[in-house]
């Protein structure tokens, strides 16, 4: 059996994939380290991987980030948090992830390293020479980030095109805006790495992040992905990963009602953007109200506020949470802000899609949403209520966005992201020893 370190980036959706996949390789009879903040000691430890956790330094709880980071609050702009997250949040915590593999690789010799999109701690060993470190692997837990010849800069959610004019475009776009708009985070990470000896990135940070690992697992099948002519090797698509089946479930007393020949549809804000209702659920709830042929259900993802529960329309039904693998084998439609986790489970199950979402990645997420026909992109966090219904009515009075979800439900099934990864682990070559650097 082997030895594998597994290192996530301290949010949720970050660690809770690669949980997962510590939990399908101790199962195999693999020893595996978890290393992430000591707030998910527990869960890491009930996958049956040994823990150790982050440096003080960076061992924050994410739901601090306001406390840690108060001058983020007091920019302006979304595109000024986004670069002030990826400069301090993330290269800054390159050289103490760095040196806490490195600690944890002197007594743990590890096969490879397994870290999320985002872990950008292997820098420094992916920079130096081959023989001195064990494979790394990364998992692409959103959206391929990876600039190519047929796509558009990532982050403005333009369609990809590889016809002579779109390449024109695309090159064009890529090296302008990767300078224009993020060339003061390339200095940065840049200048960290120099500090570390390690050297300036050979390509663009996002690029970097894909490219410089051994092997690029992306957790979705190649349908929901733009095609790229110049995707390297490295890149491989093993499949959505599903959260795990729900165990002792107890059905709300209202649960035959989905079966009761209404249209389900599903409205969530996911795990983090839930603190305000208004923003989606509320315009859903709104729109859909008092129409006869529809169930509406909404998860909250916390505690139901008052004030929705005290308006419930009377066709729909609202709990904090509801595990997926029940739920969405009932829905017509999910309404969602475009988790990449949420969408690719939705459709593995054949489910069509209305997506509203404007951080992070999301807007990319709902692009490829559309661009792939599955669903409706409504372009905006915080669409009104008629936008919502329209949408909604749209895709299930149009036979073709469901037609193009179980088209994607059956590429899903032909992959096992678990597996896949397992697979692509086990054919690494095993590592009799690393010389400390």
Request: glycine share 8%; with cysteine; net charge neutral.
């Amino acid at each position: 059996m082997a030895r594998y370190l597994i290192a996530a980036t301290a949010l949720p959706g970050h660690v809770l994939p690669m949980l997962a996949i510590a939990q399908h390789l101790t199962g195999l009879g693999h020893e595996v380290r978890v290393h992430t903040a000591s707030q998910f000691r527990a869960q890491a430890e009930a996958t049956g991987a040994s823990f150790t956790p982050f440096a003080r330094a960076i061992d924050g709880d994410y739901r601090d980030l306001d406390e840690r980071f108060p001058e983020r609050r007091r920019l302006n702009s979304p595109h000024a948090q986004l670069c002030f997250g990826l400069k301090h949040f993330f290269a800054d915590a390159i050289e103490a992830q760095h040196a806490g593999l490195r600690a944890i690789l002197e007594d743990f010799e590890a096969d490879a390293i397994v870290v999320d999109t985002m872990f950008c701690g292997t820098f420094p060993l992916l920079l130096g020479p081959r023989d001195e470190r064990p494979a790394v692997v990364a998992v692409g837990i959103s959206a391929l980030p990876l600039s190519s010849c047929d796509t558009a800069f990532f982050g403005t959610a333009l369609p990809p095109s590889s016809t002579p004019e779109g390449r024109a475009r695309n090159k064009a776009m890529n090296a302008n805006l990767q300078q224009a708009m993020f060339g003061d985070v390339q200095r940065h990470f840049d200048a960290v790495l120099r500090r570390l000896g390690a050297g300036a990135l050979p390509a663009f940070f996002v690029d970097a992040m894909v490219r410089m690992p051994d092997l690029y697992l992306q957790l979705t099948g190649p349908s929901f992905e733009y095609p790229r002519s110049d995707l390297p090797a490295s890149v491989r698509f093993v499949g959505p990963l599903l959260a795990p089946a729900s165990r002792d479930f107890t059905p709300p007393e209202w649960w035959d009602e989905l079966d009761d020949g209404r249209s389900v549809v599903l409205v969530t804000q996911g795990t983090l953007a839930n603190q305000n209702p208004a923003q989606l659920i509320g315009p859903t709830l709104q729109a859909l109200a008092g129409d006869p042929k529809l169930l509406v259900i909404a998860t909250t993802g916390g505690p139901v506020p008052p004030a929705l529960s005290a308006n419930l329309p009377a066709n729909a039904r609202v709990l904090p949470f509801l595990p997926y693998d029940r739920l969405l084998p009932k829905l017509h439609a999910m309404v969602t802000n475009g988790g990449y986790g949420s969408v690719n489970h939705a459709l593995s199950l054949g489910v069509p899609l209305v997506v509203a979402g404007s951080s992070e990645e999301k807007p990319e997420i709902a692009a490829r949403v559309a661009w792939s026909g599955v669903g409706i992109n409504l372009g905006t966090a915080q669409p009104a209520a008629r936008q919502v219904g329209d949408a909604v009515r749209k895709l299930l009075a149009t036979p073709s966005y469901r037609e193009r979800a179980n088209a994607l439900r059956e590429e899903f099934a032909r992959h096992r992201a678990l597996h896949g990864i397992a697979q692509a682990l086990e054919a690494l070559p095993r590592v009799e020893s690393l010389e400390a650097a």
